[in-house]
């Protein structure tokens, strides 16, 4: 088979997948490389079995409240290998799908880890024996758990954790420490609480959550310390040693020094981008901190060379590296690709969940905007109250100068799905009388946006 394509996409995560199929659709011949699993990190370790995981620890605590809903059963149990197995099924299934995706849209896939060299117009793709041609190259290789093996914080598969191994364990701790406090240790709390674990969370910053709006953080904190999830909020992990029985934990809180014993330890303290051992240095690609520099389209500067998603820096989220790889082969293909600055919502799925978009309230503020603000909570929304789901609210952000939605923030039950109306709204530049204009369903959850929009401008009805 010839080795000349027009476009060699590196990493078939979600970046780099999605990238193929839309160039692959634009008429050009495309390959995908992976040395590990089509769908990367997020279809087969990250976004997509954790989301199984935690509906399973959903259903669980629901049978602690059915009484509420008039029912009830006999015993309250779990299988955790059937847990476990489950969440790979799905993954499994989703892998399967993108390769149905490969095979569709004439997208030939690569086994192998690829290194690039000094091409005539692009980088040469080396893939053990086989060399690639390209007018393009988009790397879409991705990240990894951070882990500081300095003091302690490297995973053994055993008693330390990273994400990976927290997905795949032989049984649920009886006690776990988990190291910081972002989505993917939040999520991992909230998943090992719901079936019983002893769980401490430590983080270093003031607040859990950090990047969420300051009232959602606080909200979130109360929520989890409700369901018996422990924290040490600010705190600085000095060393993790290892046990006869699991791992001891030393941390600094107030000047003042802890031990923290469990069975095994979480680490999400952030992540590095996957750059090494691809010859980029030797390219000249630019590197910050483990991240390539890129410009507003993904190039590196680099003539044929591009980068998207998480290998490219901040926020580090799948449907991001998605947008970037459209946007940048779009604009590879002469089109006028679409906003890459687009408002891109965040997405936490703990028990409760957290949703996002924009800027916080403090931002706003930062920037000098004098934002308007609005609340609106869940135990005033008549659906939420008929589905005994009351916890949370809906809190948005409106420029005081032009009424433009500038920023939304949720908590609650599904908010995850509601986070996109006002995203949408966003992108569209909406403003106040945009949303006080829209007719939103009745009865539903959404509603509280709705509310929460109008309560901004002080028209809110339901308080």
């Known amino acids: 088979m010839a080795d000349a394509f027009d476009v060699v996409v590196i990493g078939s995560g979600p970046g780099g997948y999605v990238t193929a199929i839309r160039a692959s659709q634009l008429g050009l011949k495309t390959a995908i490389v992976e040395r590990s699993e089509l769908g990367g990190i997020c279809l087969n370790w990250g976004c997509i079995p954790t989301k199984a995981l935690l509906k399973t620890a959903e259903v669980y605590e629901t049978l602690d409240h059915l009484k509420d809903y008039g029912l009830s059963v006999q015993g309250r149990a779990f299988d955790f290998d059937a847990v476990v197995q489950r969440s790979r099924k799905v993954a499994a299934q989703l892998n399967a799908g993108v390769a149905f995706l490969m095979k569709k849209h004439r997208i030939e896939v690569i086994e192998g880890s690829a290194r690039l060299e000094k091409g005539a117009a692009a980088p040469t793709v080396v893939v053990g024996s086989r060399q690639i041609t390209a007018k393009h190259v988009i790397l879409a290789t991705g990240a990894r758990a951070r882990t500081i093996p300095a003091i302690g914080l490297e995973p053994d598969g055993e008693r330390v954790w990273t994400y990976r191994e927290a997905l795949v364990p032989k049984k649920a701790p009886k006690s776990m420490v988990v190291i910081g406090s972002g989505a993917i240790g939040m999520e991992f709390a909230s998943f090992y609480r719901a079936l019983g674990s002893d769980v401490t969370v430590v983080e270093m910053m003031p607040r859990i959550l950090s990047v969420e709006d300051e009232e959602v953080s606080k909200a979130a904190h109360k929520a989890f310390e409700k369901r018996g999830?422990?924290?040490?909020?600010?705190?600085?992990?000095?060393?993790?040693?290892?046990?006869?029985?699991?791992?001891?934990?030393?941390?600094?809180?107030?000047?003042?020094?802890?031990?923290?014993?469990?069975?095994?330890?979480?680490?999400?303290?952030?992540?590095?981008?996957?750059?090494?051992?691809?010859?980029?240095?030797?390219?000249?690609?630019?590197?910050?901190?483990?991240?390539?520099?890129?410009?507003?389209?993904?190039?590196?500067?680099?003539?044929?060379?591009?980068?998207?998603?998480?290998?490219?820096?901040?926020?580090?989220?799948?449907?991001?590296?998605?947008?970037?790889?459209?946007?940048?082969?779009?604009?590879?293909?002469?089109?006028?690709?679409?906003?890459?600055?687009?408002?891109?919502?965040?997405?936490?799925?703990?028990?409760?969940?957290?949703?996002?978009?924009?800027?916080?309230?403090?931002?706003?503020?930062?920037?000098?905007?004098?934002?308007?603000?609005?609340?609106?909570?869940?135990?005033?929304?008549?659906?939420?109250?008929?589905?005994?789901?009351?916890?949370?609210?809906?809190?948005?952000?409106?420029?005081?100068?032009?009424?433009?939605?500038?920023?939304?923030?949720?908590?609650?039950?599904?908010?995850?799905?509601?986070?996109?109306?006002?995203?949408?709204?966003?992108?569209?530049?909406?403003?106040?009388?945009?949303?006080?204009?829209?007719?939103?369903?009745?009865?539903?959850?959404?509603?509280?946006?709705?509310?929460?929009?109008?309560?901004?401008?002080?028209?809110?009805?339901?308080?």
Request: net charge negative.
């Open 229 to 463: 999830i422990k924290f040490r909020v600010p705190a600085g992990v000095k060393s993790l040693t290892k046990t006869r029985t699991g791992v001891s934990v030393e941390i600094e809180a107030g000047g003042k020094a802890e031990t923290l014993e469990a069975e095994v330890a979480i680490v999400a303290v952030g992540i590095v981008g996957n750059v090494e051992d691809m010859g980029l240095e030797a390219l000249g690609v630019k590197i910050d901190r483990t991240h390539i520099v890129t410009d507003a389209h993904g190039g590196t500067g680099v003539p044929g060379l591009y980068a998207i998603g998480d290998v490219a820096g901040p926020p580090w989220l799948a449907h991001k590296a998605s947008h970037e790889g459209v946007h940048c082969i779009e604009h590879i293909a002469g089109l006028k690709p679409s906003n890459l600055t687009a408002p891109i919502p965040g997405c936490t799925y703990t028990t409760p969940q957290i949703a996002s978009v924009g800027l916080t309230e403090a931002q706003a503020r930062e920037q000098g905007r004098d934002p308007k603000v609005g609340r609106f909570p869940f135990r005033v929304n008549g659906k939420a109250i008929a589905a005994g789901e009351t916890d949370g609210f809906v809190k948005t952000v409106f420029d005081g100068a032009t009424g433009a939605l500038i920023g939304a923030h949720m908590i609650g039950h599904e908010v995850t799905e509601m986070i996109q109306g006002l995203a949408l709204a966003m992108t569209l530049e909406a403003t106040e009388a945009d949303l006080h204009a829209t007719v939103f369903p009745h009865p539903t959850m959404s509603e509280a946006m709705h509310e929460s929009a109008l309560d901004a401008y002080g028209k809110v009805l339901h308080i």
